[in-house]
DNA sequence: AGATATGATTGCGA
DNA sequence: TCGCAATCATATCT
């Protein structure tokens, strides 16, 4: 017969114990002769589930008083002692999940699971900026893109804090149970602890699921949103005026700075990002073929021209923002009277 | 309707 | 990260 066996069969047999209370091999010798029947056992195992609850309660009271329980108790020790070496290997410390590490990511930079204030209206904002459209423009998509988002963000969130209740609810109450447990037979604390990661790894578990699938509502989301932007606008005319007007102004050196696209954009009321397509294509698209913007840029050449000579009225010949054009592209040709 | 213009995107190299 | 080059997708012109 092994420990277990004993121990089942010593339950029903307690109330005959009277001596060597407090010594657990005096106690095994006892405990080691069958002394009732297993058929008793199994009947009073099985009444437990006829008992009320006071009832319960008051036998539980009852056991727990006993005068054998420390010997009992110490036995359990001992058994658990011998066992014990079978769950050292589960509980090792699994480092944090790449994959999960990975969904955090993308939520916190999608604004889903960050502050409130920051993310949502930032990403939106600057997938708004990223389309494109004047502050009037991309207003209709960009409100829409925010509406979806925080709708998103809602879902994340309630859903995330049923499952973190849940989760905690449910460690409380296992917790409390192994720790009632604990009265009557040993459970060390590390065993309540490895109990608990095990609850906690299947609620990450779930929460891995729930990250996964607002990741993907969001990059749903998001290449609608992406597909939208490609109904463009083409610029105002001022706007397309102010771009020409440095464009060929700085005909040497196309390249505005960052201060300089930044002025720019303000003026035209569009992005930085616009700026540099604007820049970035027509530099290429003048490079292709100078002699389809010939006529264009000696346009923008009187009109800078003129603005040159009217500021230059005013005060010194200082900042004009021309500069002389060397090198870089090919300068358009003047005729002696200003034409082709 | 087809041609052309134009803003945006993508892939690549420095 | 920036700029170039090719390309896409839509707007506008003829």
């Known amino acids: 017969m092994d420990d277990q066996t004993r121990m ?12 060597d209370v407090g010594d657990p091999d005096s ?11 297993i058929g008793d056992i199994l009947q009073q195992i099985m009444a437990i589930t006829d008992e009320s609850l006071d009832e319960a309660q008051a036998r539980k009271h ?20 011998k066992t014990v070496l079978s769950i050292r290997g589960v509980q090792e410390e699994d480092p944090p999940d790449p994959q999960i590490m990975r969904l955090d990511n993308m939520l916190l930079a999608e604004g889903v699971s960050g502050p409130e204030k920051g993310g949502g209206s930032a990403a939106a904002a600057a997938a708004a900026a990223a389309a494109g459209g004047s502050p009037n423009d991309g207003s209709i998509e960009h409100s829409d893109y925010r509406a979806k988002l925080a709708q998103i963000r809602q879902i994340y969130h309630s859903e995330l804090e049923k499952y ?45 699921q729930l990250k996964q699938s607002t990741c993907e509502a969001v990059m749903i989301l998001r290449s ?14 001022q706007a397309t005026e102010v771009l020409n007007e440095y464009f060929y102004s ?5 390249y505005p700075s960052e201060e300089a696209k930044e002025e720019l954009a303000k003026k035209c009321a569009i992005t930085v990002s616009q700026v540099s397509n604007w820049f970035g294509n027509k530099r290429i698209r003048y490079k292709k073929n100078i002699g389809k913007f010939q006529e264009e840029a000696n346009l923008y050449a009187v009109k800078t021209a003129v603005d040159a000579a009217n500021v230059s009225a005013q005060a010194s010949q200082a900042n004009s ?3 002389p054009n060397s090198g870089g592209y090919p300068a358009p040709c003047y005729t002696p009277d200003g034409r082709l």
């Open 321 to 323: 923002p021309a500069t």
């Open 164 to 208: 973190e209740q849940a989760c905690s609810e449910f460690t409380n109450h296992v917790m409390n149970l192994l720790r009632e447990q604990s009265r009557t037979r040993p459970i060390s604390p590390k065993e309540i602890e490895r109990m608990v990661s095990i609850i906690h790894r299947k609620f990450s578990s779930i929460q891995m």
């Open 224 to 237: 609608r949103f992406l597909d939208a932007r490609r109904k463009r606008r083409n610029f105002n005319k």
């Open 27 to 37: 106690v095994r010798k006892q405990l080691g002769q069958p002394q009732q029947d």
């Open 250 to 254: 700085h005909l040497s050196n196309p």
């Open 62 to 81: 009852a056991l727990n008083c006993h005068r054998m329980k420390p010997a009992l108790f110490s036995v359990l020790c001992e058994i658990k002692e």
């Open 8 to 19: 089942l069969a010593g339950l029903g047999g307690l109330g005959g114990l009277t001596q």
